[in-house]
T-cell receptor, first 111, second 112 residues
Framework: QQQVKQSPQSLIVQKGGISIINCAYE??????FPWYQQFPGKGPALLIA?????SEKKEGRFTISFNKSAKQFSLHIMDSQPGDSATYFC??????????FGKGTTLSVSS | KAGVTQTPRYLIKTRGQQVTLSCSPI?????VSWYQQTPGQGLQFLFE???????NKGNFPGRFSGRQFSNSRSEMNVSTLELGDSALYLC???FGQGSGYTFGSGTRLTVV
């Protein structure tokens, strides 16, 4: 079954701390793994994405770690800021198929 | 560069009515996907159109339909509305296979 399981459902982190959100997938044919950030009243916005030929990708304070053998990938937000408070979605697909999303993680960064 | 534009932003409809939502993709994007977002189910895929052809379809009843025009603009239609159809409907566009999706801000549909 083509599912993407995301955890935790919600997360509270102190300002300056590290936020970690995890996702697991089942379909080994998936070859594209993006993370989206959504603020209230807005659509999801692409944050960072990775393909399975690399184990890590970093863009500013955001890092994706990818473990192909475990079929898991995670988002790390370094030096978390109150402006990072949003809902984060992981997703996955293979070329030509629909993007399948996790259920989302609501992140609150307290100042 | 203009983003993905969805109209209208808000809709209130009565159970049993039908509704049409519109999506204008980013210029040059030929793929348009539609998603339903609810607090309980998250983002669920409805369908994807590429060059006016439906390429993928999710597990939604036949009351949900869509189409894409030659200028890549897309519409989705929901007939015989049910209370459970209340949701945020999101449209996303992309160049095509293997490229990232850009989402619009969505249409908030409330069925009463």
């Amino acid at each position: 079954q083509q599912q993407v399981k995301q955890s935790p459902q919600s997360l509270i982190v102190q300002k300056g701390g590290i936020s970690i959100i995890n996702c697991a997938y089942e379909n080994t044919a998936f070859d594209y793994f993006p993370w989206y950030q959504q603020f209230p009243g807005k659509g999801p916005a692409l944050l960072i994405a990775i393909r399975p030929d690399v184990s890590e990708k970093k863009e500013g304070r955001f890092t994706i770690s990818f473990n192909k053998s475990a079929k898991q990938f995670s988002l790390h937000i370094m030096d978390s800021q109150p402006g990072d408070s949003a809902t984060y979605f992981c997703a996955a697909n293979q070329a030509g198929t629909a993007l399948i999303f996790g259920k989302g993680t609501t992140l609150s960064v307290s100042s | 560069k203009a983003g993905v534009t969805q109209t209208p932003r808000y809709l209130i409809k009565t159970r049993g009515q039908q509704v049409t939502l519109s999506c204008s993709p980013i210029s040059g994007h030929r793929s348009v996907s539609w998603y339903q977002q609810t607090p309980g189910q998250g983002l669920q895929f409805l369908f994807e159109y590429f060059s006016e052809t439906q390429r993928n379809k999710g597990n939604f009843p036949g009351r949900f339909s869509g189409r894409q025009f030659s200028n890549s603009r897309s519409e989705m239609n929901v007939s015989t509305l049910e209370l459970g159809d209340s949701a945020l409907y999101l449209c996303a566009s992309s160049f095509g296979q293997g490229s990232g999706y850009t989402f619009g801000s969505g249409t908030r549909l409330t069925v009463v």
